[in-house]
């Protein structure tokens, strides 16, 4: 009887673990905000190139490879320029992403002094 009690609750606590993994809008509920979101500061690789450290950006496009000797540095890119983006591999959730898939990455601007301008991703959202 302890096992079954630990075993529904077990469970109980990881359906929602599991949502929270799927982003905005996604999972088995579809559930969450639909709209738009407001106090972005950049929604362009130019403009987030540009915008002080930590300022929050959405941005839209293709992530086009891995950085060499890195696990969790992209070269991601938009219509505007390319950009190194810092995604952490829970972020991806189990999902795969391929340079064809047009992504939204959620995050904030991480600037360095004497190194690149890069986005650190809080949120990935696979649009197509």
Do not use: H
Not at 80 to 109: H, L, M
Request: charged fraction near 25%.
């Amino acid at each position: 009887m302890p096992y079954l009690f630990t075993l529904v609750m077990l469970a109980v606590l990881l359906v929602p673990a599991y949502a929270a993994f799927e982003g905005p809008g996604g999972g088995a509920y579809g559930g969450g905000f639909q709209g738009p979101t407001t106090g972005v500061q950049a929604d362009t690789v130019k403009k987030a190139q540009s915008c002080w450290d930590d300022a929050p950006v959405v941005l839209t496009g293709n992530i086009v490879s891995r950085m060499a000797g890195s696990d969790d540095k992209y070269l991601f890119k938009d219509a505007t320029g390319e950009i190194i983006v810092d995604i952490d591999y829970e972020i991806f959730a189990g999902r795969k992403v391929t340079p064809q898939n047009t992504v939204r990455i959620s995050g904030e601007v991480d600037k360095d002094m004497m190194k690149p301008t890069k986005i650190d991703v809080k949120v990935l959202e696979i649009l197509k």
